[in-house]
């Protein structure tokens, strides 16, 4: 039976546009289990599973719910230990733990001012209240004035931000090596988050990381191409 990914949705409720829900596709596809995804706005969230969960991804494995991007990793490399693995070993679980407490910290929050207010001309009207009363409560900020400096944002994301990620791409095509692991996932789900919803060029073409990033959305047969990007 096909896992289900209740995956978030925007108005058109083809365009998927989550990073977390992208690490857990990419997750799935990596480990070549079937899967069919629920389109899920934000204010749906709280129907699945009757509240399981105020964030997705939450998946459904034969009638298992498990919420957060973290967890679902862990648990999809203990349950199919057969298929390829999504960390190459003990370290490499605690690795990625580290890259996803890097990209919270140091990636998202720059990523994010980029393209806030492009999020919010995505998603249907019910949503986009939901998303600016959450959001400007939690920033202090309208959408606006967020996304209104990022002409000026944008250099230093590039510069600063992507550093560690530009390093690392000289030396090895991918955070797992030769070949992608859970870590490029997780980094991966931002630039896609970027790509699907927005048409500001956050990486510049030529950089490593841009390089890295069109590696990643040709794996798995090409699952994050194939999702559109914002014109
Ligand atoms: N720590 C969670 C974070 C997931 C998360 O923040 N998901 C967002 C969508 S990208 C969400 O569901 N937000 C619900 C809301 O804002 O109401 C994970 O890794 O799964």
């Not at 994010?112 to 998303?131: K, M």
């Not at 550093?163 to 490029?184: H, I, N, S, V, Y």
Request: with cysteine; proline share 7%; net charge negative.
């Amino acid at each position: 039976m096909a896992i289900i990914l209740y995956d978030l949705c925007a108005r058109d409720e083809r365009i998927r546009f989550s990073p977390h829900c992208w690490k857990i596709k990419m997750a799935l596809a990596h480990k070549g289990l079937p899967f069919e995804t629920r389109p899920t706005p934000f204010t749906k969230i709280p129907e699945i599973g009757g509240g399981f969960s105020k964030t997705v991804p939450v998946i459904d494995d034969g009638g298992k719910l498990i919420r957060e991007s973290f967890d679902i990793a862990l648990y999809l490399e203990d349950a199919y230990p057969d298929r390829p693995s999504l960390f190459k070993g003990e370290g490499g679980r605690a690795e990625a733990k580290f890259v996803e407490s890097w990209a919270i910290t140091d990636l998202h929050p720059p990523l994010l001012p980029l393209i806030i207010r492009d999020i919010h001309g995505g998603l249907d009207e019910e949503n986009q209240a939901y998303f600016r009363e959450s959001r400007e409560k939690r920033f202090g900020k309208t959408l606006e004035d967020m996304q209104a400096g990022r002409d000026g944002l944008v250099g230093a994301f590039r510069d600063k931000a992507l550093a560690p990620l530009r390093l690392t791409f000289k030396r090895q095509p991918f955070l797992g090596g030769d070949t992608p692991t859970f870590a490029d996932y997780i980094v991966f789900g931002a630039f896609q988050w970027a790509r699907v919803v927005s048409p500001f060029p956050v990486l510049e073409a030529g950089d490593g990381v841009s390089d890295w990033f069109e590696r990643c959305l040709d794996l798995h047969g090409g699952i994050g191409r194939e999702m559109r990007a914002a014109a």
